[in-house]
């Protein structure tokens, strides 16, 4: 759903488990954001966005349309 925020997550060898320690977003919530069942806040994407300051909001949440139907 979002492929340049996992794209992000991987380039910086980190894993969901770990994004969602370091923004205090529980894991759970997280992957139901990043798969595209519910929306991310903007508080939430302001917490992502500071462990990815080199890259735009608008970079990490670009989405590509589609909803991972898996979860």
């Known amino acids: 759903m979002f492929p340049n925020l996992s794209a992000e997550i991987a380039r910086n060898k980190m894993s969901l488990k770990s994004l969602a320690v370091e923004t205090g977003i529980s894991y759970e919530a997280l992957k139901l954001k990043v798969r595209g069942k519910t929306e991310f806040r903007l ?29």
Do not use: H, N
């Not at 302001?46 to 990490?60: N, S």
């Open 43 to 71: 508080a939430e994407m302001q917490k992502i966005k500071e462990v990815f300051p080199t890259c735009t909001m608008d970079y990490l949440f670009e989405s590509d349309g589609i909803v991972d139907e898996t979860v």
